[in-house]
């Protein structure tokens, strides 16, 4: 039955639904006032605005339902939306007689336009108080209060999504959903809003929530409309304004929710909203973290495809509750392409891609799919050797103290270079197996310096925009450089400014300016820069730029106390400029017009050990497993527990755990303080790698992230609205050191990677990768793989083959069997990390012993039925049963309304 919606306005329109067809049915009026302080005649002149209504739209009605504004019987005023409707001091105290007078003169508008017993009354919304209804009269009605009320919320939200055509039902094509679904339908909650009223109303279901201490966690920002509603009729009320966080992307996994849920872990009451929910996924994992968070909570689901709404208006006392509306699916909902079978219809083959940030539809038909910036990492790898050799590449640590500020306040940098030790040849280690020796090495960084700064020389001399030959600076006239004192002072300082000068091709070494911080007191330097013509701002490393732009600051701050009938040409010139964007190079180019790097190499900001160690403080493993718990206490002291100074950390005693141990499948512990860390020499990566020659896991780290982020910023288009996304399967097929595949999986984001167009593709790749890599290799990629499936990178059916293969190997190290052929037993420190990776995966700690138990006999009768069972080795029936357990889960998951794979 579909019941009828009517909104009334002083001066607009009416806004309605369609006209109720069957007897029994229900309208639910809408009484909108015309300004912030409506006196209570302006409420009753909108209420007479009913005899406006379209013809016959009572005629079926056994109920009539008004929206009043809500009351708070504390407050000297009735408040309704953004309104506050003053009654006289008389009726404050019967508020109920008031409303039910109110009912009785609604029925006599409509009395002859609807039928006899109509039953009519006025629905009120007290902040923190479940809604009432006050009636007309007392007569018996049929139906509950609490029914009709979710009758009337349901009829509100639909008539808002149709009017807003947020109902998307095409004929010639069809959806593939964010979620990987594909559907003849969607739902775009955010077409419901067209007007500020519109929130406003949808927000008064759920007034009951509002109350001081609230936070609010949504699945979506196209919900804004709503949660700012919930705001403002919070602060109207006196109450405090609630904390609100909403999932920036479409969800992929449960750490992303469990993350935002724990930014308002201080409230004292939590609200969440789901927008609309098609598998019930999100909604689950919301309902998960917001019970894992041990507040009191609310779940609310606005749309739900497939799912009835609710029967009745749930009350406090229910946590998780049915969704207001219900849209068909009509059974056209499909997992994948693989088994869409839209796709194979003529008539609907077409697939419309929806953009899972706004959930637009995109007509793009395959997102633009990119790579690491293998070219430019290949003509920087030089510079990655110089820092591997001199052990300058560090991680997660400290930025330098005088720029730290600038850097939004974060504690350390995932990768911070020390381009000052490159110029310390003593620093230049000798590699065993290696043939260049460390001499060599220093040798050819003063050589690569001296080439690149010849080639930059060129460039310098030109002025584009100008002919004038009196404004083109000349770098072989070079009379003055200034630096900072910092790099001034730095070992071997004098060998790389030779180096320097000798690409610009001057025959000597200018003066020197060096200034202390903070680089812009230089009247002690006044004589030094009096009738010089060319200056060079140096500075060997720039993130933010800040130096550079100070140092540009003092030059020009002085040039009035100089004298000179001209003032100097001015150039800037970076030994290592690694930004996060190239527009934050072009600001600081922009600032000196001649500004150039001997080597540039952006490198996000973002931190992958901050997402790690985000993930370990929301799940804690079950500590009933000391292996996993000790790996787990490890790697939180590899985060959190270490010196942030990386000089300090690397020192021999500098570290409780490897300083060197980046990634997961690399041993945290030595067997004494008196041997090397292991991380500090393997693993490494092969001869002939074009990120870099032999390069430690440390280098690599950097050496890809900046791969990954030029692949970003390179393909970044302002032209059209294209979806970039990493091609895993060709990146995964492209590389054979662990390391390369462990770092690009660290540095990209879960929303950024693409795993194929079929179902399978995932699975087929990974199983590829594990499948070619030797044993050492292995034991690195098995537990990155299940950190990155636990923080979303992975997709569903990869994650079934990876969960399959952990299970497969903790079986095999409990049995002291040998997991493959020419393998050994895997060591208590390497299984450590693949039992940790599959609690993350699991939520939970995992008893392998227990679970082959209950697979066993889950597949007691299946395995009779399926082919290809039996195994010779006991290893290998091991793999078998994980697999065989996952295809008959996946298909008790679905009902039994498809066959496993």
Known sequence: MD???????????????????????????????????????????????????????????????????????????????????????????????????????????????????????????????????????????????????AR???????????????????????????????????????????????????????????????????????????????????????????????????????????????????????????????????????????DHSQLSFALETLVSRGVPAADEFAGPEVKVRHPWHGVPDKGEVFANADVCRLCRREDAAPVVTIDPNGFQPLVLPHPRLITPAIIKAHKCQELWQYYDRTMGA???????????????????????????????????????????????????????????????????????????????????????????????????????????????????????????????????????????SNVLVLSLGSITGTTMQKLLLAVHTILPELGNERNPLIAGLVMHARMEEYREWKVLENAYTRLFA????????????????????????????????????????????????????????????????????????????????????????????????????CSTFAAVGSAVQTARLDNRSTQSPEHLLFEMPAILRSYFDAPIIASILRWVEPHETWWGSRHGDASNVLAEAFARADPVDKRLLLPEFLLASAQGKIPKNGIDWLEAQAIHHIWCWENSEIVNDGDISWSDAEIAPVKLGLALLRKESFDSQDHFTAAKQRLEDAANLLDGWQADQTSQQSLATARLKWALESFLESGGNSAPQ
């Not at 041997?675 to 790698?689: E, N, Y």
């Open 3 to 149: 019941d009828a919606y009517l909104r009334l306005h002083a001066s607009n329109p009416p806004l309605a639904g369609s006209v109720p067809a069957y007897p029994g049915s229900m309208v639910f009026i809408d009484i909108e006032p015309s300004s912030a302080n409506s006196s209570r005649e302006d409420i009753v002149g909108v209420m007479k605005r009913i005899a406006h209504a379209p013809p016959g739209f009572f005629l079926q009605a056994s109920y009539v339902l008004i929206r009043w504004p809500s009351i708070d019987e504390g407050a000297d005023t009735l408040a309704g939306g953004l309104s506050r409707v003053r009654l006289p001091m008389r009726t404050r105290p019967r508020l109920k007689e008031y409303l039910q007078w109110q009912a009785v003169s609604i029925r006599e508008l409509i009395s002859t336009r609807a039928p006899r017993g109509v039953h009519v009354g006025i629905v009120i919304f007290p902040l923190s108080q479940s809604p009432s209804i006050v009636w007309a009269d007392n007569k018996h009605r049929d139906q509950p209060d609490r029914m009709l009320l």
């Open 152 to 290: 009337a919320r349901r009829a509100e939200l639909r008539t808002l999504l149709e009017k807003g055509n947020g109902i998307w039902q095409p004929s010639g094509y069809h959806y593939c959903l964010p979620s990987g679904e594909h559907s003849s339908t969607f739902v775009r909650l955010a077409d419901a809003f067209r007007s500020p009223r519109d929130p406003v109303a949808l927000a008064t279901w759920l007034h009951q929530e509002i109350k001081n201490g609230l936070a609010i966690v949504s699945d979506t920002p196209t919900l804004l409309p709503l949660i700012s509603a919930i705001e403002l009729a919070a602060s109207r009320s006196g109450l405090s304004s609630p904390q609100s966080v909403m999932l920036s992307d479409y969800t992929s996994n449960h750490f992303e929710v469990e993350h935002a849920v724990s930014r308002i872990a201080g409230a004292g009451h939590i609200l969440g909203v789901v927008s609309v929910s098609s598998t019930g996924t999100t909604a689950r994992r919301i309902s998960d973290a917001l």
């Open 394 to 532: 560090g991680i997660n640590a400290q930025p330098h103290p005088t720029t730290s500020e600038f850097r939004s306040g974060r504690a350390s940098l995932a990768v911070r270079c020390y381009p000052h030790w490159l110029l310390d040849e003593s620093r230049y280690e000798d590699w065993p197996g290696v043939d260049v020796t460390g001499k060599e090495m220093y040798d050819d960084f003063l050589k690569k310096t001296e080439e690149r700064v010849g080639s930059i020389a060129v460039k310098m001399s030109r002025r584009e925009d100008s002919s004038d030959s009196e404004d083109a600076f000349s770098p072989n006239e070079i009379d003055v450089i200034v630096t900072t004192s910092t790099d001034h002072n730095s070992t071997g300082f004098d060998n790389f400014l030779k180096a320097v000068c000798q690409g610009f091709g001057l025959n000597s070494i200018p003066p020197i300016v060096a200034v202390d911080q903070p680089h812009t007191q230089m009247e002690g330097h006044i004589d030094q820069l009096k009738d010089k």
């Open 598 to 697: 001997i080597w540039t190499i952006p490198l996000s900001l973002m931190s992958p050990f901050d997402d790690e160690a985000e993930l370990l403080n929301i799940f804690p493993p079950d500590h009933s497993d000391e292996l996993a718990s000790k790996f787990y206490e490890d790697r939180r002291t590899f985060l959190n527990g270490l010196d942030p100074v990386w000089e300090s950390r690397i020192g021999e005693d500098g570290a409780d755990v490897d300083p060197w141990a980046v990634f997961w499948g690399m041993h945290l512990n030595r067997s004494d303080g008196n041997t090397p860390w292991p991380g500090k020499d393997a693993p490494r990566l092969r001869p002939g790698s074009r990120y870099g020659n032999r390069l430690r896991a």
